[in-house]
Nanobody
Framework: QVQLVESGGGLVQAGGSLRLSCAAS????????MGWFRQAPGKEREFVAA????????YYADSVKGRFTISRDSSKNTVYLQMNSLKPEDTAVYYC???????????????????WGQGTQVTVSS
């Protein structure tokens, strides 16, 4: 079956960096658009970053543009989220998502992607 397994979350001070990983299995990785979403306590899940299924296009939420970078390693079936200059407002559970043949911009609007990971906690202290 399809699995998306996130890792790399943790506690970091404001201004620090983290790299999240999402390892995919059970699917043809290069056929899927990939995205990162997050949900803070008491808030709705929101889009963070996306990568088109072709791997050639990215799209970011305004709140993370210039600080976060999404990328993938097709040889490892893994998508990454490099997070720099972290702020306390970045604190949330971060979820990886996959949707078949999706562009980056479409992934940003997806409320029901084909697959979700279980999430990884990111906490940024001030």
């Amino acid at each position: 079956q399809v699995q998306l397994v996130e890792s790399g979350g943790g506690l970091v001070q404001a201004g620090g960096s983290l790299r999240l990983s999402c390892a995919a299995s059970g699917l043809t990785f290069t056929n899927y658009g990939m995205g990162w979403f997050r949900q803070a306590p008491g808030k709705e899940r929101e889009f963070v970053a996306a990568l088109s299924w072709s791997g050639s296009r990215t799209y970011y939420a305004d709140s993370v543009k210039g600080r976060f970078t999404i990328s993938r390693d097709s040889s490892k079936n893994t998508v990454y989220l490099q997070m720099n200059s972290l702020k306390p407002e970045d604190t949330a559970v971060y979820y990886c998502a996959a949707h078949l043949y999706t562009t980056a911009q479409t992934m940003a609007r997806k409320s029901d992607p084909d697959y979700w990971g279980q999430g990884t906690q990111v906490t940024v202290s001030s």
